[in-house]
């Protein structure tokens, strides 16, 4: 494919990708709010600009740090974070205010990006992990402002499935931009092997572990009011499907499950579709929303958002969702940085590496399936002395990974 093709395609798909967004705004009006941001019609900024995008809530979480210093050492830059979730959008505006402006990603069209680029004109755009769009990239470079691609990850996976389907797109985008700055030296080989010039590389390190996640003191307070002092076992960052293969085998399971199941699914419009979920399996529910206490509750639902790492403070084990499908896991880390036990799914391609390093540090536990998840559940709850050393192994390994932000920082300075 080429990228003619790619945006033929992609013009004969943008009534769809329009009409999806209005479908999700059913469960989600905030997706129908500023849809004329994503079609290129945003307010002119007048002023030096440094563009980063964060696609939602986890890639903005990951970047604050860089944000953050973003901020300190360009002061005469104004920071423009994009996102494609309005939970991402929430999430930022919780977090900076207005110190920070945010605009919706645009639809990757010619005409659209071009539109978007010159109303922003930004010094400098920085993209994260896997954002490789053919069309903002080209126009960025015919523009001659420098595109950078950080914390890019690329799994085996991914890099068969560009290799069979889009290797010539591919290759010619990644020429095009300025840098790129990967996770760990795997994904650096491989986006390499993908077409991308050894000169343009560098294994910078991942942000995720310049974060500071701290728990916000309020949320923690009102959330331990309600869970009071029982044992806790989050089930983080759930998809459509886990819920119930979880629910499935809790309802078979034979060992002790005195403890408090607390659901935070990934996406909000989700909520009252698990809440329903759970009652089906004849379990009282209580919603954080609305709970003034869970002690008699089987489950505690996390309908809240910007809440999640008060939810890892409270708890005794973290199982990390998006794992037990086919989404490739979510960020570990988080709760790694609370010293808190891991659990995690078959499926964690999106963490590969972390993930295996974690299990080498003896840090976490991987399980087949929901049933193995109950029968691991259980015996960590039984061995005190496992469960601290999981937790002891976990805080080290986060802290021995820091410095990409450093190291970030000054090859985005002297590349401005």
């Given at each position: 494919?080429n990228r003619?093709?790619?945006?033929?395609?992609?013009?004969?798909?943008?009534?769809?990708?329009?009409?999806?967004?209005?479908?999700?705004?059913?469960?989600?009006?905030?997706y129908?709010?500023?849809?004329?941001?994503?079609?290129?019609?945003?307010?002119?900024?007048?002023?030096?600009?440094?563009?980063?995008?964060?696609?939602?809530?986890?890639?903005?979480?990951?970047?604050?740090?860089?944000?953050?210093?973003?901020?300190?050492?360009?002061?005469?830059?104004?920071i423009?974070?994009?996102?494609?979730?309005?939970?991402?959008?929430?999430?930022?505006?919780?977090h900076?205010?207005?110190?920070?402006?945010?605009?919706?990603?645009?639809?990757?069209?010619?005409?659209?990006?071009?539109?978007?680029?010159?109303?922003?004109?930004?010094?400098?755009?920085?993209?994260?992990?896997?954002?490789?769009?053919?069309?903002?990239?080209?126009?960025?470079?015919?523009?001659?402002?420098?595109?950078?691609?950080?914390?890019?990850?690329?799994?085996?996976?991914?890099?068969?499935?560009?290799?069979?389907?889009t290797?010539?797109?591919?290759?010619?985008?990644?020429?095009?931009?300025?840098?790129?700055?990967?996770?760990?030296?795997?994904?650096?080989?491989?986006?390499?092997?993908?077409?991308?010039?050894?000169?343009?590389?560098?294994?910078?390190?991942?942000?995720?572990?310049?974060?500071?996640?701290?728990?916000?003191?309020?949320?923690?307070?009102?959330?331990?009011?309600?869970?009071?002092?029982?044992?806790?076992?989050t089930?983080?960052?759930?998809?459509?499907?886990?819920?119930?293969?979880?629910?499935?085998?809790?309802?078979?399971?034979?060992?002790?499950?005195?403890?408090?199941?607390?659901?935070?699914?990934?996406?909000?419009?989700?909520?009252?579709?698990?809440?329903?979920?759970?009652k089906?399996?004849?379990?009282?529910?209580?919603?954080?929303?609305?709970?003034?206490?869970?002690?008699?509750?089987?489950v505690?639902?996390?309908?809240s958002?910007?809440?999640?790492?008060?939810?890892?403070?409270?708890?005794?084990?973290?199982?990390?969702?998006?794992?037990?499908?086919?989404?490739g896991?979510?960020?570990?880390?988080?709760?790694?940085?609370?010293?808190?036990?891991?659990i995690?799914?078959?499926?964690v391609?999106?963490f590969?590496?972390?993930?295996a390093?974690?299990?080498?540090?003896?840090?976490?536990?991987?399980?087949?399936?929901?049933?193995?998840?109950f029968?691991?559940i259980?015996?960590?709850?039984?061995?005190?002395?496992?469960?601290?050393?999981?937790?002891?192994?976990?805080?080290?390994?986060?802290?021995?990974q820091?410095?990409?932000?450093?190291?970030?920082?000054?090859?985005i300075?002297?590349?401005?």
């Amino acid at each position: 494919m080429n990228r003619t093709l790619y945006s033929l395609v992609g013009y004969l798909l943008l009534p769809l990708l329009i009409i999806r967004l209005f479908i999700k705004s059913i469960k989600a009006p905030a997706y129908r709010e500023r849809m004329l941001e994503r079609l290129g019609f945003v307010q002119k900024i007048d002023t030096p600009v440094i563009w980063i995008h964060c696609v939602s809530v986890g890639e903005f979480r990951a970047a604050i740090t860089l944000i953050d210093t973003l901020i300190k050492q360009h002061s005469q830059h104004q920071i423009l974070v994009t996102t494609t979730t309005p939970t991402g959008s929430s999430a930022l505006k919780q977090h900076y205010g207005e110190r920070v402006l945010h605009y919706y990603f645009p639809f990757d069209q010619s005409l659209i990006v071009k539109r978007y680029i010159k109303r922003i004109n930004p010094d400098l755009c920085i993209l994260m992990e896997t954002e490789i769009w053919p069309n903002l990239i080209h126009a960025l470079k015919q523009y001659n402002t420098p595109s950078i691609l950080i914390n890019a990850r690329l799994s085996e996976r991914s890099l068969e499935k560009y290799q069979k389907f889009t290797a010539n797109l591919v290759k010619q985008t990644l020429n095009k931009l300025t840098l790129v700055a990967t996770q760990n030296q795997n994904s650096a080989d491989r986006f390499i092997q993908l077409g991308a010039p050894k000169n343009k590389v560098v294994n910078a390190g991942n942000i995720k572990f310049d974060q500071n996640p701290k728990s916000d003191s309020l949320a923690t307070t009102a959330i331990g009011k309600i869970t009071q002092a029982r044992t806790v076992v989050t089930f983080a960052s759930t998809h459509e499907g886990e819920e119930k293969t979880i629910l499935q085998s809790l309802s078979t399971f034979k060992g002790k499950t005195d403890f408090l199941l607390v659901f935070v699914p990934r996406h909000p419009e989700r909520f009252n579709q698990v809440e329903k979920l759970i009652k089906s399996y004849d379990l009282t529910v209580e919603r954080r929303s609305a709970a003034r206490s869970a002690t008699q509750a089987d489950v505690l639902l996390g309908d809240s958002m910007g809440e999640m790492m008060s939810y890892f403070e409270l708890s005794d084990i973290v199982f990390m969702g998006g794992s037990l499908n086919d989404t490739g896991g979510h960020n570990m880390l988080e709760p790694a940085a609370l010293s808190k036990p891991i659990i995690f799914g078959p499926t964690v391609f999106n963490f590969a590496e972390i993930s295996a390093d974690l299990l080498e540090q003896k840090a976490s536990i991987q399980v087949n399936n929901a049933d193995e998840l109950f029968e691991q559940i259980a015996q960590l709850l039984a061995d005190k002395k496992q469960l601290k050393s999981l937790s002891v192994n976990a805080k080290q390994y986060f802290d021995s990974q820091q410095g990409a932000v450093n190291r970030l920082s000054k090859l985005i300075a002297e590349i401005i």
